[in-house]
Nanobody
Framework: QVQLVEFGGGLVQAGGSLRLSCSAS????????MGWYRQAPGKQRELVAT???????NYAASAKGRFTISRDNAKNTVYLQMNSLKPEDTAVYYC?????????WGKGTLVTVSS
């Protein structure tokens, strides 16, 4: 089992920045991929960015150039630095971890970007 807790959401003006963090506990030594997803009101959950244990990263087109995912394996934490935020980035942001084909989710943190 892996437990995930997200931190760092809040209200920010358009053009501003936020840094999300996700702390993992439990079977953290088995985590391969960690990532960030988001779900806006009335929309499906979508990928934002992922990071593998070997350091490979992947971004959604909407996140490229503005968001940066990073991972501190020693702290079992993954971060999402979000810059140049837009109102359309408003969503609940979820952390996800993959362990041997099983997926674990955090409860999410709300990011609201005002225009």
């Amino acid at each position: 089992q892996v437990q995930l807790v997200e931190f760092g959401g809040g209200l920010v003006q358009a053009g501003g920045s936020l840094r999300l963090s996700c702390s993992a506990s439990g079977r953290v030594f088995s985590i391969n991929v960690m990532g960030w997803y988001r779900q806006a009101p009335g929309k499906q959950r979508e990928l934002v960015a992922t990071s593998t244990s070997s350091g490979s990263t992947n971004y959604a087109a909407s996140a490229k150039g503005r968001f940066t995912i990073s991972r501190d394996n020693a702290k079992n934490t993954v971060y999402l630095q979000m810059n140049s935020l837009k109102p359309e980035d408003t969503a609940v942001y979820y952390c996800k971890a993959e362990v041997f084909g099983m997926y674990y989710w955090g409860k999410g943190t709300l990011v609201t970007v005002s225009s």
